[in-house]
């Protein structure tokens, strides 16, 4: 599609090229824009009706917005500006430029941008930062007609108006209630008989992520935001939380993957930048990985008395990463989705301990048959391998589970205890057990 509009774009068909992108998904029509070189952004941009414009503005990228902001007319950006929910003018605001930042703040009213600032002096990643203060309050004595006059009077303006907030004369949150129950109730019946009383919210200062949490757990369109003494001041929508679930989601697998967490698509991520997310932790884990190395040389005599050892080293390494990659990737998805606690971990130790005995004896199990039957290894050796493959499997399964929940104690994100880091332990580990299993039970 972007091949189809750029060609129509050189070509000057203006009108042709506005035909094919008025029809479009704001979110498809994002994608065809920042796809097509940088100069005809603005270009196709300016084709776009105005609603449809807005829309597919707040779906585009932070750097995608700047080129079109830098590249606006005063009334363009004015135009725009009218047209975005607060949380999108929020979120773009919060990657731009100082200069562009107060290039757009003087060009939308005296009350959006008291709110803007509000939001923004949130702390970021709180569900104060993501909250919309666009929507439809009601008041307890309403009737149910009184209530949809209000809605359409102000629902234009506001992000969603399915789910209503009854507040006081203080804004203190009173109570919920649906545009299904108004439709289903009389429209006599006054707001407070149909509301809902028993209401969820979050705080400003909430995490963002445990926001997100909440609205999937309760399965809200919406989810209320109040301040530290209940009064509303804000909604987080589903949209966004979808957007801070992929947020963290992504930042969790790099952090896994041992890498920096990136805030730009990997194609619009420079190989100078990649480098720079990447070598640090490259080379933590290689001079960690060094210490590997220092074990084997102190059991350097061990390993002459009996080489035949030496081939089941990257073996038993290898299965006590995996073992504790498997355990500590369970753990910290526990941890993300609020189901494990620190009261947890007395019950975690032997549910892991009891899966590593039964894991560990499988393998110990599997592996003897193959060492006599295949490898044909004498029968000591045999047990050397077999009983620390069992005790290393169940070792990498306790650091797996607990190095995690460690990490959160002490206030740093659990996935830096992800596969690489534990991996690297567990090595270690694994071949102190391995040599002092074969000095005791070969008496090298």
Not at 177 to 187: C, F, I, R, Y
Not at 220 to 236: N, T, Y
Request: aromatic share 6%; charged share 25%.
């Amino acid at each position: 599609m972007e091949e189809k509009v750029l060609g129509l774009l050189e070509a000057r068909r203006f009108s042709e090229a506005a035909a094919l992108l008025k029809d479009m998904n704001p979110a498809d029509a994002a994608q065809v824009l920042e796809l097509l070189p940088e100069p005809k952004m603005p270009v196709a941009f300016r084709l776009l009706p105005k609603e449809l414009a807005a829309d597919t503005f707040a779906y585009m990228s932070p750097e995608s917005q700047e080129i079109l902001v830098q590249g606006f007319s005063d009334r363009e950006l004015e135009e725009v500006m009218e047209q975005l929910f607060l949380d999108d003018t929020v979120d773009m605001l919060e990657e731009m430029p100082a200069n562009v930042i107060k290039r757009v703040l003087r060009h939308v009213d005296a009350g959006t941008r008291k709110m803007i600032n509000q939001v923004l002096n949130y702390p970021k990643d709180s569900a104060g930062s993501i909250m919309t203060m666009e929507y439809v309050d009601l008041k307890r004595s309403m009737t149910v007609e009184q209530a949809f006059e209000r809605i359409r009077r102000t629902g234009v303006e506001k992000e969603t108006v399915y789910t209503c907030y009854v507040t006081d004369s203080r804004r203190k949150l009173e109570g919920i209630v649906t545009v299904k129950d108004m439709l289903l109730a009389p429209k006599d019946r006054a707001i407070r008989d149909i509301m809902e009383t028993n209401i969820k919210f979050v705080s400003t200062h909430t995490d963002q992520e445990e926001a997100a949490r909440a609205l999937s757990k309760y399965d809200f369109l919406a989810l209320p935001v109040v301040d530290g003494e209940e009064r509303l001041v804000g909604i987080v929508t589903v949209d966004d939380a979808i957007d801070v679930i992929q947020e963290e989601a992504t930042e969790d697998m790099e952090k896994m993957a041992a890498m920096a967490p990136s805030d730009k698509p990997y194609m619009k991520t420079s190989v100078w930048d990649t480098w720079k997310k990447r070598v640090p932790w490259l080379l933590f884990l290689m001079i960690s990985a060094t210490f590997t190395s220092g074990i084997i040389n102190s059991f350097e005599d061990a390993l002459a008395a009996s080489v035949v050892l030496t081939g089941f080293i990257p073996m038993l390494m290898d299965t006590g990463g995996n073992s504790g990659s498997q355990s500590s990737i369970t753990i910290i998805r526990g941890l993300s989705l609020g189901e494990i606690r620190y009261g947890d971990v007395p019950r975690i130790l032997l549910k892991e301990s009891s899966v590593a005995l039964l894991c560990g004896s499988t393998l110990a199990a599997a592996n003897f048959v193959k060492l006599m039957l295949v490898d044909r290894v004498p029968l000591l050796v045999a047990g050397v391998v077999c009983a620390t493959l069992a005790v290393v499997v169940l070792v990498a399964n306790i650091v797996g589970s607990t190095l995690p929940i460690l990490a959160k104690r002490l206030g740093f994100d659990p996935t830096v205890m992800a596969s690489p880091l534990i991996t690297t332990i567990v090595d270690a580990v694994s071949l102190v057990i391995y040599f002092n299993v074969a000095k005791l039970m070969l008496g090298i």
